[in-house]
C-alpha cells in the first residue's frame, strides 16, 4: 500500500448504528486529519492529530469520535449519526515541524450514506 | 479570518481550448502557503501544486501554469489545451498555522468539464 488508504470506500448506516471509518498512512508523516466534503459546502476541518494529540477539533458534534492510536493510524467512530451527515469523509496526512508548511496528502474518502 | 473564493462554480469547454480557473484569498499572515488540488470523479484530492507567500514567481508544469499576485491576492490556474482528462472539481486552498500542526481553508471549488 502507498499513500492514505481509506476503508470502508462505501458505508451505509442507520441513524442507530455504530461504525468506525479507518485511515492509513504509509508517508512516514506526523500529522493526520479528517475533513468532511458535502454536497453544498466546501470541504470542512473537523479534526486534527499531530504526534498523535488532538490539536483541532472544529465544534463538532460528540456523535463523531476521533481516535489516534499512533502516527499512521486515524478512525473516526460513528453513533446516533443523522442524515444531514451524509457526505464524503476525506483523511488526509502531512509532516508536521515547527515553522514548516508541508503539503497535505489525500485518501480516496469514504463516502457515508444514513439513512 | 481567513477565506478562499472561487467565484466559478462550473466551467464547460471544448477540448484543446485553454481554460483559467480563479482563485482569490483573504488573509491576515503574513506568511502563508497556497495550493491547488485536483478532486476526479473518484472523490480522492491529488495534490497539484503549493506555493509560499513569498515566491510569487509564475510556475509552469506541462499545461499547467499558475499566476499568482500577491497584490491582488489572486493564485490563478490555467490548463493549455485542455483535455477530456482534466474534467474535475479543482480546489483552491489557504494554509493556517496552528499548535502543533496546520490546516486548510478551502474554496467552493470549480467543477471543469472538458467536452469531446
Known amino acids: 500500500e502507498t499513500g492514505v488508504t481509506q476503508t470502508p470506500r462505501h458505508l451505509v448506516m442507520g441513524m442507530t448504528n455504530k461504525k468506525s471509518l479507518k485511515c492509513e498512512q504509509h508517508l512516514g508523516h506526523n500529522a493526520m486529519y479528517w475533513y468532511k466534503q458535502s454536497a453544498k459546502k466546501p470541504l470542512e476541518l473537523m479534526f486534527v492529530?499531530?504526534?498523535?494529540?488532538?490539536?483541532e477539533n472544529n465544534s463538532v458534534p460528540s456523535r463523531f469520535s476521533p481516535e489516534c492510536p499512533n502516527s499512521s493510524h486515524l478512525f473516526l467512530h460513528l453513533h446516533t449519526l443523522q442524515p444531514e451527515d451524509s457526505a464524503l469523509y476525506l483523511c488526509a496526512s502531512s509532516h508536521w515541524l515547527a515553522g514548516v508548511t508541508d503539503t497535505q496528502y489525500f485518501g480516496p474518502g469514504t463516502r457515508l450514506t444514513v439513512l | 479570518a481567513q477565506k478562499v473564493t472561487q467565484a466559478q462554480t462550473e466551467i464547460s469547454v471544448v477540448e484543446k481550448e485553454d481554460v483559467t480557473l480563479d482563485c482569490v484569498y483573504e488573509t491576515r499572515d503574513t506568511t502563508y502557503y497556497l495550493f491547488w488540488y485536483k478532486q476526479p470523479p473518484s472523490g480522492e484530492l491529488v495534490f497539484l501544486i503549493r506555493?509560499?507567500?513569498?515566491?510569487?514567481q509564475n510556475e509552469i508544469s506541462g499545461r499547467y501554469s499558475w499566476n499568482f499576485q500577491k497584490s491582488t491576492s489572486s493564485f490563478n490556474f490555467t490548463i493549455t489545451a485542455s483535455q477530456v482528462v482534466d474534467s474535475a472539481v479543482y480546489f483552491c486552498?489557504?494554509?493556517?498555522?496552528?499548535?502543533?500542526?496546520?490546516?486548510?481553508?478551502f474554496g467552493q471549488g470549480t467543477r471543469l468539464t472538458i467536452n469531446p
Open positions: 506555493r509560499n507567500s513569498f515566491d510569487e
Open positions: 486552498a489557504l494554509s493556517s498555522s496552528i499548535q502543533g500542526a496546520q490546516k486548510l481553508v
Open positions: 492529530y499531530s504526534l498523535e494529540e488532538r490539536v
